[in-house]
């Protein structure tokens, strides 16, 4: 009598029998999911099993993608295999380094060529896609999301650099459209170099600064590569 007094007959979501769910001092919502004290213990190990699966799986179909990427461009996946065990390892270690196939192609391929790199690396409050020491770049895959940030972008972009550059001049940021990673991502190497080299002349040519008319600029000369 008592329990019905301070509470409310719920079902289960756990096992589906019914309970009553106990009501606390100056609690007034019940519309909550109720579970049996020891059917949340379980529901709430099983929910985490299933995230760490479901995470698992995300990455694994994430990767197979990555490869059928490659195949699209009709590389040789045997160039590949070593590199695309190390980024599945990685990617599957740490789940949040590689956030799409084309970082994952991206990075099977700086591997490939024996290029260090550090992934998802913070700068300051920013993190980025890969920070490559021996070219001093910051290399950031751009999907379509980034069409509609450019200036965002832009003043990211400003601030990366002024961390980098303040004890070690030198640095720039290349910004590769995953379209290009798509097409062909053995051109990512000498498009990486000639892009730095590019906006370094730029700036030169304007006082440190690159022009309001680059993007336009930039995606002719990704096509021109």
Not at 74 to 100: H, M, T, W
């Amino acid at each position: 009598m008592n329990s019905q007094s301070n509470g409310k007959l719920k079902t289960c979501w756990y096992c589906g029998t019914k309970g009553y769910q106990e009501r606390g001092f100056g609690e007034t919502y019940f519309e909550k999911r109720y579970f049996h004290d020891d059917c949340f213990d379980k529901y709430e190990n099983e929910k985490e099993s299933n995230l760490e699966k479901y995470v698992e799986l995300k990455i694994k179909v994430m990767h197979e993608r990555a490869l059928r990427m490659l195949e699209k461009q009709k590389a040789n996946l045997g160039d590949y295999f070593d590199e695309s065990e190390a980024v599945l390892e990685k990617a599957l270690e740490e789940p949040n380094k590689f956030l799409s196939s084309a970082e994952m192609v991206t990075a099977m391929e700086l591997l490939r060529n024996r290029i260090r790199f550090k992934k998802e690396y913070a700068i300051g409050n920013h993190k980025v896609d890969f920070l490559i020491p021996s070219l001093k770049v910051v290399l950031e895959i751009d999907g379509k999301l980034h069409d509609f940030q450019k200036v965002k972008d832009t003043k990211r972009d400003g601030v990366i650099l002024n961390n980098l550059n303040e004890n070690d001049n030198g640095w720039e940021v290349v910004r590769i459209p995953t379209k290009y990673i798509e097409q062909n991502v053995r051109q990512l190497l000498t498009a990486t170099v000639e892009m730095k080299k590019h906006k370094q002349e730029l700036r030169r040519k304007n006082g440190g600064f690159i022009p309001t008319y680059f993007s336009k600029r930039d995606k002719e000369y990704h096509n021109g590569l």
